[in-house]
């Protein structure tokens, strides 16, 4: 228990700057109220340490919060100096940690005794809690470090010594509480811890609401975005299938039998009239024009040298083929055209080579273009060669071209429309 005295003694050790803390002496009174009301006589330690934490949390500044942590810390150290307590003791009567007590002293010895600083750090280090430091005290060192540090518990780089904390707005406020009753004051701590902790919780519930309502709008807005999404899509695919809305379904099918609603009446002689005129019908041999489609007269020449050599007869003349196909059918359904068209297909990996070949023979043998196609056209799958041959020199032409590649000769009738004297080749040459 701690009485007036000690806080006297303490008061002198800590050597505060009144005139200072006072504003130049103004507030002097308020300041010794401020004291008297605090440091009680016949206090306990544990009660002592609670109405700093109280003050503490009254104080709104952070400068005069830290100046009633620094006072705290000044009297734990004069209670270790003057009352010869140990550190250990300390600790249970303010009910602190023993390592927080012996920083505090550590550092307090060390600014007194800056020569001695490893001695101090040595016997104020506390690695567990039965280490033999914790129940050192002040007389162990007194007589190696010296008398010093009782004389004076402040220094002159100490701003906290001299700060002004009068002049702070919360420090009447402050003043006003301390200075109540000592039983109210302790009833006023406990229920202001009680509203404290409503407090937090109530603020611990709020945070969690927002957070719900939070994560409730964000859910939402996923869902109405997908949901939007989904119909965007929709909209932007078009599937290719029957679509029977522009019908009109006002319209509908209704059956007429024209017959029913006539009402035939023919006589007895006008039915046997028609009666003759049937039976006569069914005997009747009725006389079709035929339509006489000629067979396919295409053939495939092993070479060149099975292409006629006289081209003028071959003109006029039918082939051996058309005889043994066609037979004596030929003369009624060929009259009109007896002329030769040759196919030449050719397959190579470098058509427009062969392209580049076939043009200075066409300017040799006087070959021109069919109509508007122009020689060595090039369409999907290789090159297209229509060509207008004179018959002289068609046989010596068609082997020049079949001795650049691997080529299949077709011969077929031609349909009409050629010139008298020549003869029509296609040449295809395929791009492998």
Known sequence: MFVRDDFENFKKWLDLDINSIAWE????ESFNGFWESFFRDQIEPQELSERFDFAKKIAKSGPLISWLSWLYEKFIVYCFIHRGLSIREISLMFDLQERYVSTILRDHLIKVYPAYEDLVNEKFQVSNVSSKNLYLTFGEIEETLGPEAKIKGTFEDDILAQMEVTL????PNLVKELRKDILSLKVDFDNFKKKTAFKKQMRFFQEVLLLLLILSAVVFALKNTNKW?????VNKITLFEPNFFWLDKSLTYQEQD???KQQIDLSNKELDELERIEAQAVFTDEKSES???????????DSVDNVP?????AETAQSEYEENKKGGYRDSSYTSSNKKAYRILMASVEPVTIKNEILPLMKKYGISQVDN???GTQIPGGLYFNLTVPSKNLKDFMTKVTTLSEATIFESRSQGGDVAGKNRVFIWIKSI
């Open 25 to 28: 002496g103004r507030y002097a």
């Open 168 to 171: 702070y707005p919360d420090w």
């Open 229 to 233: 999404y989904e119909e965007y899509l």
């Open 258 to 260: 024209l017959l029913a």
């Open 291 to 301: 339509r006489f489609d000629p067979e396919s007269d295409v053939v495939v020449l």
């Open 309 to 313: 050599k006289s081209f003028g007869e």
């Open 373 to 375: 196609v122009k020689p």
